[in-house]
């Protein structure tokens, strides 16, 4: 599966942003689809993953703000970034697993998107 993230871009605290990760390939109904992000000097995180049945998992950072969703008629993959906060500032990856559970650890997944960056400043 290839993937392309997009929508990332600078906002204030407290606004929202949505992130969009396209997909190519015939099986991406079949994989679980996850967000990490990459602050600078730190290591990637798990920030939300939904399953290929729909299951989703957050990071507790994300509960409550970040909603992920998935629309697998047009391959595509959403992170609805709700009341933004400088700390949410971070290159945000796409990927897609090897198993469809949407599991947590990065290592589950096989494919990566190029990253958007989301910068949260006032």
């Known amino acids: 599966v290839q993937l392309q993230a997009s929508g990332g871009g600078t906002v204030q605290p407290g606004e929202s942003l949505r992130l969009s990760c396209a997909a190519s390939g015939r099986t991406f109904s079949s994989h679980g689809m996850g967000w990490f992000r990459q602050a600078p000097e730190t290591e990637r995180e798990f920030v939300a993953a939904?399953?290929?049945?729909?299951?989703?998992r957050s990071a507790d950072s994300a509960k409550g703000r970040f909603f992920i969703s998935r629309d697998n008629a047009k391959k595509m993959v959403y992170l609805q970034m709700n009341s933004l906060k400088p700390e949410d500032t971070a290159v945000y990856y796409c990927?897609?697993?090897?198993?469809?559970?949407?599991?947590?650890?990065?290592?589950?997944?096989?494919?990566w998107g190029q990253g958007t960056l989301v910068t949260v400043s006032s």
């Open positions: 939904i399953g290929r049945y729909g299951d989703i």
């Open positions: 990927a897609a697993d090897r198993d469809g559970f949407g599991r947590v650890a990065g290592t589950e997944y096989e494919d």
